[in-house]
């Protein structure tokens, strides 16, 4: 049996991305101004976003075209490969055939330059000079450094605490990118952190500066929507591998951009199952409400119908730092309450079992969120074996976890707390 790696063509990256909006079946409620409770309107949020990104938020076009200069830049790693992780199968036993789309090959090592590029420039080209934003493990804030250095702009990362405890050498690529990082909350010197509080720090910040906007890596529409270049890549190489549509799309879910990149261009055919893994320690879809709720933990931003264990809510300072947000995608919650999304939860320390025995089999060591949705994946090929059936499972391999290394450390020695 020969290895499978199907690349596309630098001439065959996608040039528009793919909006889920207009097609949803159950339209999204909009966002609410945290003050008035009334529907925010364009004017609300230009202190924080580019005109270009709030006209994404709420375009109803099937389809945004990419400007030639984001995919110039998205170039420099996209199209990225699908691979067939045979090595898996055949450890696993399955008669599963299972792909993945590797999205850690890009600069930062993760899908999230995918939105990072795009954000930046719409605010460079809106005569912004400055950005901020929160970071977890430290992915969204190198994707976002690195994209600023791309278009000039000065970059102010503020890093759950926990995580800059945890991962100094995501720091150090910040600085190194030119980036201010600062462990969140500024206020609480002994406080963990947590992605909301890290957000009232960053949008704190850009609301008090006219050269400066806040951009945040998951969770709102624009960030979804940037990220569909994964899920209309892989369609399009799942073809050229000689597969029909697959049995079942999975991503690990923190605020649920790197599982709507893939999973949203297979929502209109509706045999594919569609999976969302998440933590345990922090189960917004699987023992979240839904409801009306703040992004952040000050209750400064919006409020956004989503899944949410409340905005208060500070998850375990768990490995995997970018899955530890109270609240969910608003596109992801509706997929999710209308029944066209499942949802899944695992314990820290399974989802580790799991990507190493990815690393031990693939070679390629993922990072702590991607090992959620690889525990997901070995759990449904193994329900394939169960059940005697050749199922095609595709998932988002949404990051490697080489600066994530003492997570692995911990896991090896025992050390990790398994919420
Ligand atoms: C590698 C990786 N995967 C997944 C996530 C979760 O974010 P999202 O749900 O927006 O894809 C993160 C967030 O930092 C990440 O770094």
């Known amino acids: 049996m020969s290895a499978v790696r199907v690349t596309l063509e630098a001439s065959e990256l996608p040039t528009a991305w793919f909006n889920i909006l207009p097609r949803l079946a159950t339209p999204l409620e909009p966002p609410l101004h945290p003050a008035t409770r009334e529907p925010v309107g364009p004017d609300d949020l230009a202190p924080l976003f580019p005109m270009a990104l709030i006209a994404q938020e709420m375009s109803s076009e099937p389809w945004i075209d990419i400007p030639g200069e984001v995919l110039d830049i998205l170039s420099l790693w996209r199209p990225t490969p699908l691979v067939r992780a045979e090595r898996l199968e055949r450890a696993l036993?399955?008669?599963?055939?299972?792909?993945?789309?590797?999205?850690?090959?890009?600069?930062?090592?993760?899908?999230?330059?995918?939105?990072?590029?795009?954000?930046?420039?719409?605010?460079?080209?809106?005569?912004?000079?400055?950005?901020?934003?929160?970071?977890?493990?430290?992915?969204?804030?190198?994707?976002?450094?690195?994209?600023?250095?791309?278009?000039?702009?000065?970059?102010?990362?503020?890093?759950v605490r926990a995580s800059y405890e945890q991962k100094p050498y995501r720091t150090i690529l910040m600085q190194t990118w030119g980036s201010e990082v600062i462990p969140s909350p500024v206020d609480q010197p002994d406080h963990p952190g947590s992605l909301g509080l890290a957000i009232s720090d960053a949008v704190r910040d850009a609301a008090g500066r006219a050269d400066t906007h806040y951009a945040l890596g998951s969770v709102l529409n624009h960030v979804l929507l940037h990220q569909t270049i994964i899920g209309l890549e892989a369609k399009r190489q799942l073809e050229l591998a000689g597969e029909s549509d697959p049995d079942v799309v999975l991503g690990c879910c923190g605020g649920g951009s790197n599982l709507g990149g893939i999973a949203l261009p297979f929502v209109a055919d509706e045999h594919v199952r569609l999976v969302a893994a998440e933590p345990s320690s922090c189960p917004t879809l699987t023992e979240g409400h839904f409801d009306y709720d703040f992004g952040d933990a000050a209750g400064m931003t919006p409020l956004l119908p989503m899944y949410t264990l409340g905005h208060e809510?500070?998850?375990?300072?768990?490995?995997?730092?970018?899955?530890?947000?109270?609240?969910?995608?608003?596109?992801?919650?509706?997929?999710?309450?209308?029944?066209?999304?499942?949802?899944?939860?695992?314990?820290?320390?399974?989802?580790?079992?799991?990507?190493?025995?990815?690393?031990?089999?693939?070679?390629?060591?993922?990072?702590?969120?991607?090992?959620?949705?690889?525990?997901?994946?070995?759990?449904?090929?193994?329900?394939?074996?169960?059940?005697?059936?050749?199922?095609?499972?595709?998932?988002?391999?949404?990051?490697?976890?080489?600066?994530?290394?003492?997570?692995?450390?911990?896991?090896?020695?025992?050390?990790?707390?398994?919420?």
């Open 313 to 419: 809510f500070v998850p375990p300072a768990i490995h995997a730092g970018g899955l530890r947000y109270h609240g969910d995608s608003p596109i992801i919650s509706n997929l999710v309450k209308s029944g066209r999304m499942e949802a899944v939860a695992y314990p820290q320390a399974t989802t580790f079992e799991a990507a190493v025995q990815f690393a031990n089999t693939e070679g390629k060591l993922p990072a702590p969120e991607t090992g959620h949705v690889i525990r997901a994946v070995i759990d449904e090929a193994l329900a394939a074996k169960e059940a005697a059936e050749e199922r095609v499972l595709l998932f988002n391999f949404s990051g490697h976890g080489l600066l994530d290394l003492s997570a692995y450390d911990d896991y090896r020695h025992g050390r990790l707390v398994d919420t």
């Open 93 to 159: 036993d399955t008669p599963a055939r299972i792909y993945f789309k590797d999205e850690s090959g890009s600069p930062a090592g993760s899908h999230k330059p995918n939105t990072a590029v795009p954000q930046a420039f719409y605010n460079r080209a809106e005569g912004i000079d400055r950005l901020t934003t929160e970071t977890g493990a430290g992915q969204w804030g190198t994707a976002l450094s690195f994209a600023c250095t791309q278009f000039g702009l000065d970059c102010s990362v503020y890093m």
